[in-house]
């Protein structure tokens, strides 16, 4: 663990209680590589309003999403579970019957329970059947107020946004769109007298890519690039205006704000779907659908002013599954003893601690490029594994059949690697480290067996 930095500047929990609960805002880019900011190392792309939040808190190294796909990684985030525990499986197609059940627990149900407004603003990709009351809504999670689209829209004049349940007609980029409602929401339409929860989940830079004429000629000298590279400058700027706001209303020293990403970047793929998509995994191997570290590992960004120092580098393991526990510690609301989480609360970073992580971080994932594979990262080790399934093809859409093939998955053709040493997972040091590999091993099978125990069955 790195620190840059010293103490922290104020004390905010008393005995586990909160002495005055803090404001939290989640905001979700979606396919943001690991390397597409400057402050992680983008020679080119503009991003001075992140950058600048990055250097008022803490910046994370090593932050992971809960799945290298869109759907599971957000279902993981707002419940503290792997994914699969709730039958979050793959990405979900319109008309899907997958979804988020409603039985699930989320950040925004505990903290509506203890007293907190609640609001959801921008993609919600959490149901197959979007609005209608057939499936679980932003509002059967825990949100008073939402605003938001199924799933990702082309960024120009989108068509397919709801508020509270009724068609909303939006002209403009998406980022602006997102960023206007969030900031309306936070000046005009919350109540003040209660502390609040914000999930901002923007659409860029997701395909279909559309970005401003006046950014992308900024870039006219980096080719097909261009509009992607506009594209994350765009969600720059929204993200800016919405903490300027917090700024402005005099929130943030009570606000704590996280910024992260769904998944790493998308593959480009000419004449695909995903052919503007030029985004950055930084030095790792792999990208958004594949289980190495540039399809999960991405930006992560706490800002807390006045209780976070600012201008910290952090290489503390976490994933966005950490969130509902840290949130649900800070803010003293007791998370039900029957819930089984995956994430563990690493508050204690934000006050120069170390954790304690009773359960090391994992994932699964049964459509990847590369096959079904589970893996883990304990310490410096990841160590993967494929499932044994058999022959296994996809028509790119997910079937509830599939759940019979994921949940008669076993674990084989393990390797390990130490992602310190190794960051481009290239060699496999199973043999090195016998005792490391044994170890491992056995906790990956054991957890690999706990979820897919749990794995639901969905409706045809």
């Not at 000629?217 to 594209?231: F, I, L, R, S």
């Not at 998944?263 to 594949?290: C, I």
Request: glycine letters at 8%.
């Amino acid at each position: 663990m790195i620190f840059i930095g010293c103490s922290i500047l104020s004390v905010f929990v008393l005995n586990g209680q909160s002495k005055n609960p803090p404001n939290i805002i989640i905001i979700v880019a979606d396919d943001l590589g690991f390397g597409d900011l400057r402050s992680y190392g983008h020679p080119f792309i503009k991003t001075p309003n992140l950058d600048r939040l990055a250097e008022e808190g803490m910046k994370m190294t090593e932050c992971y999403a809960s799945s290298p796909m869109c759907s599971p990684s957000r279902a993981g985030l707002l419940t503290g579970r792997i994914p699969y525990r709730t039958g979050v499986y793959d990405w979900i197609a319109p008309d899907s019957t997958m979804y988020l059940p409603k039985k699930e627990v989320t950040i925004a149900s505990l903290l509506k329970k203890g007293g907190y407004q609640t609001a959801s603003v921008g993609k919600w990709h959490l149901n197959g059947k979007f609005n209608v009351p057939e499936q679980p809504q932003p509002n059967d999670h825990g949100f008073d107020y939402w605003f938001g689209c199924q799933y990702s829209l082309k960024h120009l004049d989108p068509d397919g946004f709801f508020r509270n349940g009724e068609p909303v007609t939006t002209k403009g980029y998406a980022a602006d769109i997102v960023a206007d409602e969030a900031i309306d929401w936070l000046e005009h339409k919350r109540n003040f007298s209660q502390p609040f929860f914000q999930y901002i989940a923007f659409l860029e830079p997701h395909e279909p890519i559309f970005s401003p004429p006046g950014l992308t000629e900024q870039y006219v000298g980096h080719g097909k690039n261009a509009e992607y590279y506009a594209n994350v400058a765009n969600l720059d700027q929204a993200v800016g205006r919405i903490i300027k706001k917090l700024d402005d209303l005099n929130l943030s020293e009570n606000t704590l704000v996280f910024f992260t990403s769904d998944n790493g970047p998308a593959q480009y793929t000419p004449n695909g779907y995903f052919n503007k998509s030029h985004g950055s995994a930084g030095p790792y191997k792999g990208y958004k659908r594949h289980m190495f570290e540039g399809g999960l590992r991405v930006p992560g960004i706490f800002r807390w002013k006045g209780t976070i120092v600012p201008g910290q580098t952090n290489e503390t393991p976490m994933a966005n599954t950490d969130l509902l526990p840290t949130i649900c510690k800070l803010t003293g609301i007791k998370i039900p003893k029957y819930l089984k989480l995956d994430g563990t609360d690493i508050g204690p970073i934000f006050y120069n601690k170390e954790i304690k992580r009773k359960k090391a971080l994992h994932w699964h994932f049964y459509d990847p490029w590369g096959g079904p594979q589970s893996l883990l990262r304990e310490g410096d080790f990841i160590l993967g594994a494929q499932w044994n399934v058999g022959d296994f093809h996809k028509n790119g859409r997910f079937h509830p059949n599939e759940v019979s093939i994921i949940k008669s998955a076993e674990l084989t053709d393990f390797k390990l690697y130490n992602i310190k040493k190794d960051v481009h997972q290239d060699t496999d040091i199973s043999e090195m480290e016998p005792q490391i590999f044994k170890k491992l091993k056995k906790a990956l099978i054991a957890l690999h067996n706990d979820v897919i125990i749990e794995a639901p069955y969905i409706q045809n």
